[in-house]
């Protein structure tokens, strides 16, 4: 099967090609670069011993989506190219609804031009906005707080629409809760440019000594230590997540939507003191003020991914701290 990547290079989709390779599916590469690099092209040829096909591309040029459609005889797209940064997004909403909607629009045309019928698209649990209970299901109520939630939300409605008019159509939106981790190469990981909004990256950053310290947002949350409890998923187990999707949309039209966690909360304070135990490093902290917009917990409900992908997250958080450190010793040693 030939399977087209949007947003390749990028932290999770680098992750989904080298799975997919894995697992014997012709890989083809697209990505504008715009938060990512050649090299994750070169990690993943080191990794598989294989020339994977990448396209520099960006997926408001609807053109060349269907030139490459057509000349790699794409089969299904995994649709991961976006914008992700909940404060960017605030600050610049025209430009995430344009990069974002506008570019999956574009990608769905070319898609419909080909004929093409399967789509998995990376979605994500903040579509569902303030939990109303916990754990959170696919049935929860969707309210995005904040433009590139409403992106994501909006890309989804729109695909489901395409997919009530297209009778053969199937598409498998997943919704992400925190992915962390990396791949145990040490080749591929998460490396945002600037100072890191997420909590894992931030830890690394103090751990490498780039940072001074983690600022911990609040210790009064409603949880076990006070501080926000998340529900923090290994990239791997995305990456596996896609594959079972992909299989789930060979054999089945419609659409799915489905969560993709790991169905376990973890605080930050726990997470702290694993990436302490796992990486031998001591991470300073202080306790700040909350962070606006933060909730206290987040979980997800997986029974739904379990029935009908056939899939559970199974790395722990060790497996999780240990990856991520593992990264950024690699990437440390490959800089200097
Ligand atoms: P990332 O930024 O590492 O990867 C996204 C990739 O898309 C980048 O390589 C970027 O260059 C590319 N891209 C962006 N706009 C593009 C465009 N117009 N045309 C072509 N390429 C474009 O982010 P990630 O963490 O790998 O996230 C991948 C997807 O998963 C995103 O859609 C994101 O919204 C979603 N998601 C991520 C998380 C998370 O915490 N990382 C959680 C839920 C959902
Ligand atoms: N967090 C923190 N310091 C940081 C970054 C995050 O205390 O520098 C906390 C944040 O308040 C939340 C948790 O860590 O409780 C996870 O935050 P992240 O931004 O990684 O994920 P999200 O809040 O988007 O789920």
């Given at each position: 099967m030939n399977i087209l990547i949007t947003g390749a290079t990028g932290y999770i989709g680098s992750h989904i090609a080298l799975?997919?390779?894995?697992k014997g599916y012709n890989v083809v590469l697209y990505d504008n670069l715009s938060n990512s690099n050649h090299n994750v092209n070169t990690a993943l040829k080191i990794i598989t011993g294989k020339i994977i096909p990448f396209i520099h591309g960006d997926i408001r040029?609807?053109?060349?989506?269907?030139?490459?459609?057509?000349?790699?005889?794409?089969?299904?797209?995994?649709h991961l190219a976006g914008k992700?940064?909940?404060?960017?997004?605030i600050q610049k909403p025209i430009y995430y609804y344009e990069n974002n909607v506008a570019g999956s629009i574009s990608l769905l045309k070319a898609i419909e031009k080909v004929n093409l019928k399967k789509v998995v698209f990376s979605s994500s649990a903040t579509v569902y906005?303030?939990?109303?209970?916990?754990?959170?299901?696919?049935?929860?109520?969707?309210?995005p707080t904040n433009p590139y939630g409403q992106s994501k939300l909006q890309i989804e409605n729109i695909l489901f629409d395409y997919t009530k008019s297209e009778q053969n159509?199937?598409?498998?939106?997943?919704?992400?809760?925190?992915?962390?981790?990396?791949h145990q190469s040490g080749l591929i990981g998460e490396n945002p440019k600037g100072i890191p909004n997420n909590l894992m990256p931030y830890i690394c950053q103090v751990a490498t000594g780039k940072l001074p310290y983690l600022k911990i947002f609040g210790n009064d949350y409603n949880t076990h230590d006070g501080t926000g409890v998340r529900d923090y998923i290994h990239v791997m187990d995305i990456a596996e997540g896609h594959l079972a999707a992909l299989n789930l949309i060979e054999n089945t039209k419609g659409w799915h939507t489905i969560n993709l966690g790991s169905g376990q909360g973890y605080s930050v304070l726990e997470v702290l003191?694993?990436?302490?135990?796992?990486s031998n490093k001591f991470i300073p902290y202080k306790i700040e003020n909350r962070r606006p917009g933060d909730i206290d917990i987040c979980f997800a409900k997986t029974e739904k991914a379990e029935k009908i992908l056939k899939w559970k997250a199974k790395r722990t958080l060790n497996d999780m701290c240990w990856s991520t450190w593992n990264f950024h010793l690699q990437s440390f040693v490959n800089n200097n």
């Open positions: 799975v997919l390779i894995h040029d609807t053109e060349k989506l269907v030139e490459i459609l057509v000349d790699y005889k794409i089969d299904a797209v995994v992700k940064a909940v404060n960017e997004s906005g303030n939990p109303q209970y916990l754990p959170i299901d696919e049935k929860h109520s969707t309210n159509f199937g598409v498998a939106c997943l919704r992400y809760f925190n992915p962390v981790g990396a003191i694993t990436f302490e135990q796992t």
